[in-house]
């Protein structure tokens, strides 16, 4: 099966008045329908710009590097929706209005923001916006498309007497199942899901990602799911990719990532949280503060708070090296360190 979606040597960095943050940098993977990969690392780490990279979606100061790619269906959406910079050559600028690319965002590919109990906004029904969504890339009527929201509202648990409440009107979970009824409006081939669980109370969480799943088998959905939370991959992905302070330190199928974990730093995230399973361990809490985007370490990015680290790690980049098929890790010493750290359950 050919891949839907294909990241290619990704780099989006900010221009501020200082110079630059080097927010993600040399991001590489890939998706094929239906697949669902994990996106996991710490806050700050790139997760949500990598993300958004994908729909252009960034901030008025972001550039890409030229050489990035995002071919989506088989077609390069940064060739599509973005143009070389004049002011700094080697980066390419957002065209924020390109139609081409307009065409792409919710119609085949839709986000399900963070914070999505304040991304609708509060002075309109929740049910009118999801119908003006669905009236800006298809060719139907109000009553289609009302109708249309009605099956949606079904299909996530919501009442359908509910689709003319204002957002103050809906609960917490009801707020982040309408999101997701949005994000399923036009029947897309991928789904950016950006935390879509934040903030609620663990029931409601385990029943809208299980509603989640539902929908995405049905349709044959992809699905990136940003998120700091590893438990959550665990019961939901089939691959997983790990990120620290801009790059993809770890990436493979999330059952060999939680048995084989090939990077300290996964093994480090791993251990920050409780497993239901075998003896109960203490949590460790990961030493050290990520570095400054702005300014990042000479060598490997994670050196600094790892255990494993020695001179080379401080002065020299590392590799990424294939451990097993398909499976990548981005240190010195992976191929050593591969099968010796402790992964999840």
Known sequence: MADLLTVKNLSVHYKIQSGWVYAVDDVNFSLKPGETMGLVGESGCGKTTTGYAVT???ANNAYLKADS???FDGKDLIKMGTYPSKNYPGYRKIDE??????KYRWKRISMIFQGAMNAFNPVYKVGDQIIEAILAHEDMTE???RKRVEELYDLVGIP???IDNYPHEYSGGMKQRAMIAMSMALN???IIADEPTTALDVVTQDRILGKMVELQKKENVAMILITHDVSVVAEMAHKMSVMYAGHLVEKGTAREIFKETAHPYTEALLKAFPSIKGEKKK???IPGSPPDLANPPKGCRFAPRCPYAKDICLEKEPPVVEISPGHFSKCHFAEELYGELSGGE
């Open 283 to 285: 949590l460790r809490a």
């Open 56 to 58: 252009q979606l960034l």
């Open 143 to 145: 009553q289609e498309a």
């Open 160 to 162: 359908k007497d509910r």
């Open 97 to 102: 209005f390109n139609a081409d690319m307009r």
């Open 69 to 71: 790619k995002v071919i």
């Open 188 to 190: 897309p081939d991928l």
